[in-house]
């Protein structure tokens, strides 16, 4: 397939890693900090016209026990608006405790509370992109379908 972009969606931060199909490895690339959608979507058009990806994946939060809350929707949205905007197959894979364990990764390298917090939605959306790389059939929903854009 090529290169994938994922995103750790927040309404604040918003994480992001890249990957090859044929190495699945991912990598964290970057922290898109933007006041608004159209600063994020602005963001990410620079990274997709940087990196040419083939596939866009998207975490899924929910609760620990998988049911949608606020920011299940939110996220879907996120994923939709991308679809639309790019023309790419977008997918959703479960994002429970990736920040969790991203915090403890940078943890363990030493970094603290303070300087890991720049770091910790890029680390989070490269654990979403493993994970996927690693165990594909686990997505529990199909791709959104690549939509005319805006």
Known sequence: MGTVLAFDFGEKRTGVA?????????HPLTVIQAGDD?????????LI?????????V????HADGTAHAMTVRAHEFSRSLAARFNLPVQEADERLTSREA???????????????PLVDAVAAQLILQTWFDHPHDLS???LPALAPA
């Open 18 to 26: 890249v990957g090859e199909t044929v190495l699945r490895q991912a």
């Open 38 to 46: 159209a600063e994020r979507l602005a963001a990410i058009a620079r």
């Open 49 to 57: 016209e940087e990196w040419r990806p083939e596939i866009l994946l």
């Open 59 to 62: 975490g899924r939060p929910t």
């Open 103 to 117: 915090e403890t990764r940078l943890r363990e390298t030493g970094r603290n509370a303070k300087n890991m917090k």
């Open 141 to 143: 929903s199909s791709p």
